[in-house]
T-cell receptor
Framework: SQQGEEDPQALSIQEGENATMNCSYK?????LQWYRQNSGRGLVHLIL?????REKHSGRLRVTLDTSKKSSSLLITASRAADTASYFC??????????FGQGTELSVKP | DGGITQSPKYLFRKEGQNVTLSCEQN?????MYWYRQDPGQGLRLIYY???????QKGDIAEGYSVSREKKESFPLTVTSAQKNPTAFYLC??????????????FGSGTRLTVV
């Protein structure tokens, strides 16, 4: 069963703009993670935020977590054409199992 | 370099055949996972293993089998009982120590097509 749902499903922006993707989930979690997937490739781990954290930064990435609303957002600042990829949120509830959302397809035009 | 290797990259299967997808990691990770991804979809968990000689079914285990005889290896067999096996298969691993708040490392995937 899919736990997370990303919004929007697709996002197209110009280079230099910020990109925001949202993720909602249904049950309590240990942590929430964001991954990136280039077309036809494996996923790359971007950032993990624990259930007791509210915000986390990594380079141009900013992730927020609101456990009361069961939602998270990923902000990519000053986007580049190389950021074009699909982005997935995944929630971990226990036993190390990750449940993935459907993903947001980001297109950054030069 | 440490990493996780999946082979082959592309695999073609005839109807009624069993095929095995390889997944090997040299990261000394304890836990390993198999996911299936269909076009435009997220990932669905097939099987996972927390330790050697032990594994559990995920959400879509029917028609698949696994083994975990070595820490480094977690092969997935797609059996003839899997009615719609055409998909992109992803293997992942994770160190399971401490608070277990660690991300997965993924392989580059195997694209399986039934011909």
């Amino acid at each position: 069963s899919q736990q997370g749902e990303e919004d929007p499903q697709a996002l197209s922006i110009q280079e230099g703009e910020n990109a925001t993707m949202n993720c909602s989930y249904k049950t309590s979690i240990n942590n929430l993670q964001w991954y990136r997937q280039n077309s036809g490739r494996g996923l790359v781990h971007l950032i993990l935020i624990r259930s007791n954290e509210r915000e986390k930064h990594s380079g141009r990435l900013r992730v927020t977590l609101d456990t009361s609303k069961k939602s998270s957002s990923l902000l990519i600042t000053a986007s580049r054409a190389a950021d074009t990829a699909s982005y997935f949120c995944a929630t971990e509830k226990g036993q190390g199992k990750l449940i993935f959302g459907q993903g947001t397809e980001l297109s950054v035009k030069p | 370099d440490g990493g996780i290797t999946q082979s082959p990259k592309y695999l073609f299967r005839k109807e009624g055949q069993n095929v095995t997808l390889s997944c090997e990691q040299n990261l000394n990770h304890d836990a390993m996972y198999w996911y299936r991804q269909d076009p435009g979809q997220g990932l669905r968990l097939i099987y996972y293993s927390q330790i050697v000689n032990d594994f559990q079914k995920g959400d879509i285990a029917e028609g698949y089998s696994v083994s975990r005889e070595k820490k480094e290896s977690f092969p997935l067999t797609v059996t003839s009982a899997q009615k719609n096996p055409t998909a992109f298969y992803l293997c992942a691993s994770r160190w399971a120590g401490g608070e277990a708040n660690y991300g997965y490392t993924f392989g580059s995937g195997t694209r399986l097509t039934v011909v």
